[in-house]
């Protein structure tokens, strides 16, 4: 990932005049076989899991984890979260809201 959002601000791209896209990454909690399996059973049979996520908009991803430092917010570029296995995305529409 690129940095915590308290000691970094990223470049935006996009337009706020059509909106940006919005996207929520989903993530399997740790990248463990054992919990890709265990979330993939328990998806199919309760709809459940042990998932992180992110959300993207104008380029960037943002999340919450544990930090030494800051506040734990941090983003990093689109399905890329450290420590994390990408599962899948959702799009979720457009912000009304600028990239300032």
């Known amino acids: 990932c690129v940095g915590d959002a308290q000691q970094c601000r990223p470049i935006i791209e996009g337009s ?3 909106g940006g896209e919005v996207w929520l990454h989903i993530y399997d909690f740790v990248d463990l076989g054992l ?3 265990a979330n993939g059973l328990l998806m199919s049979a309760f709809d ?3 998932f992180h ?3 993207e908009v104008y380029g960037w991803e943002w999340s919450f984890g544990a930090a030494d430092l800051g506040s734990g917010v941090f983003f990093c570029q689109p399905r890329e979260s450290e420590q994390r ?3 899948q995305s959702v799009n979720v529409g457009r912000t009304s809201l600028s990239p300032d």
């Open 35 to 37: 919990v890709r399996f």
């Open 48 to 50: 459940t899991g042990a």
């Open 85 to 87: 296995c990408y599962r």
């Open 16 to 18: 706020a005049d059509d």
């Open 53 to 55: 996520t992110g959300v």
